[in-house]
């Protein structure tokens, strides 16, 4: 049977599933990019990943418009007026979400939401609000099927916020993905409370850095996807990944690694990067001719591309020659210190290497800590997340976390898993959130034990929709697959579970 | 080391059974616990009786610790924690309600281990065991706590009378005080020591503004003790401060008492009575557990 054969006779599949898969095919078929022997074979090696990003890249990977321009001027291509009120400012936004492309074909941030629509909320009678909100929410949801469409929220509390968190938590849904942009000078301790109670029960939002991500990227910064920090007005060009793992078994020692074969994996990723990101420019029609480029919504100049690495923990201990990952990385501090030196050498060889069309990163691609994909199995742990059933307590888990944060702009986080008793002491999570965050953690998520919704590795799915494909029944979004293959092959959703008990240390 | 004219003074220490960096049950928000061994009660319904008394150094657990982690040094048990899996034959092999993994530490060297901490959390607590066992422990080390900007709370049955004793408080934020039993007679059975100091700490600590909160153990088709302990206890503290009713659990309690107590948990619809009864008495922070 043909792949798309394949395709189009699986019945887990959705209509628009199929279309996305076998418009894939379609892509793929061409050859016009070509890249090194040495690439192909690291590649081939799967030492090196293209995340599914296809061989001939029609628009960036991930865009995220300028929804304030849209709210300003309106929108001459899709002839759409500035929103007047409520119900005019959700139908715009629908429409426009519609036409904004992404690696997923769905959009993968949907603006500051709250900043966004306060104006028009404050206008209306609360529960009317809160109805045609919960309206938006349905219609993102049913549409836009597929957990990378992100939402952000913050730093400051708004009604507009608060409705959005009450919706989430009744409505159970998994698009979008909600991040609070978090700030404890901006942000008051009550808002991020409420933050708090709604992320245990729906595993969103997450908790973003404010001043981490301000301090890189200025306040004109976006979260978008699973937890990339990007330019707004801009996005990120692609996003190819090291499998650290696989990068590390070509090499006979730890020296030879360091020294040799991860700077030669480098240079490979970045000529990858290189070729796809002119093409896309130069090459593809999208920022000569979408309307999200012509009208302003996106600038080219906006745009840069993400390094990403995977699999760092295995890596380690590997070249360790460590066998017990409860002894490995993240645990062991000779292999966190190989852990960080190998980051050195990654952050410094990008560093200096001089992008094209990365103007407003001073001509520098920018790192991300890749959170994995369904087929990785348990080779590699996402980013530099110390593996799954090594997990040590949540003290030691933040403070290996906050050595590696700072390395990765474009994004990176980590997630934790809370029992019970934490629904009725939300408030002991914040000082955790504060004390991690003053020092260089990045981002947070967390969801209680018993939840439907659920965080993956940094995207969301519902545990019973999981159950639904694994009856071979449709469902409705995209990235329930993923779920099923982190949950089957990397035991994601294992994730060790903030237990009073189970963090004892002893003395 | 505190030395005077070249004399060296012996350090203050105390036993630490177990420290929990990150505890959301032990008081307001984010915590470190810190767990002292030894208690002048010996509650039957105790969960950890392992906390009640100091190891004799008898060697028993020597014998049937599977991964040679407890060893007799000059008389003296010994336990390495690097090799110790927790698997607890010790505390299971311990005929004196005792435990081997305690270590002696002084302040230094605690606060070494709260300074680690401190960025993450609102405050410490200090449990047991009963922890005013170790008060020059305490007088010593919550100064030095409360000048990193951390809160400071006792966890404590209420044996040591605290009103003669006020020096412990000084540096104390708020004391969460156990009061098990009222009923004399019920009190000298269960928890085997005079409850009147317990008592007279109840009112002493409302007058000086220093109780965090009371706890109350509720016992299965033990009608009239409960009553007597919660009336008592709500008709006293009012809405001044939280009062968790908490329902007995037979987890770890010892083989022999839980015969007398009960091999189950107490109902929640049975405990949810005495937090009404509480409510209506006026403790509107009346509160399941």
Known sequence: MSEALNIIKDPTLTYNQELIALAKLGENSDDTLVYSDEYYKAFNSR????????????RPRYIC????LLFEKGCKFLELDPPKDLLEAINVLEIFYRHVPSITTFPVYLGDLDKLLEPFVLKEERSYAKKLLKLFLLQIDKVLTDSFVHADIGPEDSVTGRLLLELSEEMQLAVPNITLRYDPERTSDDFALACIKCMLKTAKPSFANHRMFVKEWGENYAIASCYNGLLKAGGGYTLPRMRLYECSLTAKDTEDFVNRELPRYIDLQLEYMDKRVKFIVEEASFF?????????????????????????????NHLLGIEDKKKGFGINKEATALGLKIMDVIDERVKAHVAPYCEATDHRYRLHAQVGINTDGMDDSPGTRIPIFAEPTMLEQLQTNEKFHPYFPTGTGDIFKFEET??????????????????GLRYFSGYLENCDVVRVTGYLVKKSEIEKLKAQKQSLNNVTVFGMGAQDGAHALDRRIQRHEDNSTGQ | MRSTAGYSVMKITAPVNKIIPFSNVDGPSNRMAIFFQGCPFNCRFCHNPETIHMCNDCGDCVKTCPVGALSLKEGKVTWNKDLCVNCDTCIKTCRHDASPKVTRMTTDELMEKILEVSPYIQGITLSGGECTLQKEFIKELFPKV?????????DSNGSLDFESNEDILEYCDGVMLDVKAYNKEFSDWLIRYPNDVVLKNLDHLLATGKLEEVRTLIFPDRDKENEATVRYVAETIKDRCRYKIIRYRQFGVREEYRKELGDFTTGEDYAMRYVELARSLGASKAILV
Request: aromatic letters at 12%; hydrophobic letters at 40%.
């Open chain 1, 65 to 68: 418009p300028d929804y304030e």
């Open chain 2, 146 to 154: 409360k000048a990193l900007g951390l809160t400071t709370l006792l």
């Open chain 1, 422 to 439: 934490y629904e009725k002491t939300p408030e002991a999570i914040l000082p955790i959130i504060k004390g991690s965050f003053g020092r």
């Open chain 1, 47 to 58: 030492a090196l990943c293209d995340l599914g990003e296809g061989k001939m890249p029609y």
């Open chain 1, 288 to 316: 000569k001719a979408n309307f999200l480029a012509t009208e302003g919504f996106v600038k080219e100049e906006n745009f840069t591309g993400m390094f990403g690495v995977v699999g760092l923990a295995e890596c380690v």
